[in-house]
């Protein structure tokens, strides 16, 4: 079992910047591949950043250039750096992490961009 706490969402101003922080805890050392997902009302949960192992790194094409996933293997934790946000990126954000063919998922923390 891995158990999975996001942090660091809230309200933010268009241009405005915020970090996501998801801690692992649990069976962490299975873990291979993390990312950051989002569902906003009405929509489907769509992949926003995903970071293996090894530090590869694959972003949605509406986040490239804006947003910066990494993570820290000793502290068990991948963040999402946002900066130039957009209205349209208001957003439940997940983290998920796949270990040994399975998907965990954290709660969520709200990111709202908003003047």
């Known amino acids: 079992q891995v158990q999975l706490v996001e942090s660091g969402g809230g309200l933010v101003q268009p241009g405005g910047s915020l970090r996501l922080s998801c801690a692992a805890s649990?069976?962490?050392?299975?873990?291979?591949?993390m990312g950051w997902y989002r569902q906003a009302p009405g929509k489907q949960r769509e992949s926003v950043a995903v970071i293996s192992l090894g530090g590869v790194t694959i972003y949605a094409d509406s986040v490239k250039g804006r947003f910066t996933i990494s993570r820290d293997n000793a502290k068990n934790t991948v963040y999402l750096q946002m900066n130039s946000l957009k209205p349209e990126d208001t957003a439940v954000y997940y983290c998920?992490?796949?270990?040994?063919?399975?998907?965990?998922w954290g709660l969520g923390t709200q990111v709202t961009v908003s003047s």
């Open positions: 998920n992490a796949m270990s040994r063919g399975t998907g965990y």
């Open positions: 649990g069976n962490f050392f299975s873990i291979n591949v």
